[in-house]
């Protein structure tokens, strides 16, 4: 019995890494970029859990839920089964993240105490909700998780983090894009990053003044030019566009030219996104 759930917590992590592969290859089809890896990974805690989690505060609603998340998957799935965030209870992901945590739990006790029923029904559970997860990576908000992880390691302005306000052009090794592939491989991750909250939507004054285009949509596009079999974005789309246009098969020019580089979007999104960069290139 404990065998079997060595070898599901084995056949869950090399799903990960499948998926974690899987998006690298697609990254990879965009142009070197220069990273310190060693200092944004020795970063990346205090990016997400102080950068990140900081402009998450914003909301109490959302810094609630962030810090049930990144508190463990044990305390966020007490909270949720006591009801005392009923908030989150049509979020999918947290049943999702309840069930392998608990499943898990049930089956460690199981194996512990010698009760193989208990810790079969545990090893279902987990299963069940693991594998949920582990193909969320391609096709949900799981992306979100490991891709923002990976962009906020790599980020292509860390000077933003230590504080600098950060807008001149990006070193490049040529300007404006033709394809997804002329994107730097970590802006791509950027765009997988997105978690569709949609303040970059509220704080941009050309989306208020009915103009063509809307930055949440925006990033939304770019990331479906990078993954044209993922789901389709089904939020708000650019004010008075109803068909894909022709720059890299998503975006209109008069989406780009409706932007006014404020920058707004950039300082709302939780993520840490560039969209000023992206409408540049
Ligand atoms: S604010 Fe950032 S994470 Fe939220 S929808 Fe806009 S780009 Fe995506
Ligand atoms: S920089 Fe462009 S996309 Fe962002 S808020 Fe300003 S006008 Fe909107």
Known sequence: MAGLFVLLAWLLLAGVVGQALRLAASWRRGGPAPVNWARGLAALPRRYLVDVHGVVALRAAAARMHQAIAGGLLGGTALVLLGILPALRGAEMLWLLAAYAAGGFLASLGILLGLWLPALAGIGLAAWGGARLVVGIATGPMRHALAGAVHLAAHPRPERFAGATASGLLPAQKFGVAT???????RLAGFD????????????PAFAAGQKLNPKALIQD??????PDAPSYAGSPHPGMSSPGPVLGRL?????????????????CPMMIEHVDAVID
């Open 180 to 186: 997804i592939s002329d994107f730097a491989w970590n």
């Open 193 to 204: 990053a997105c978690i569709q909250c949609g303040r970059c939507e509220e704080a941009c």
């Open 222 to 227: 770019l990331a479906t030019a990078l993954h």
């Open 252 to 268: 209109h020019a008069e989406t780009l030219f409706a932007c006014t580089t404020c920058r707004a979007c950039v300082s709302a």
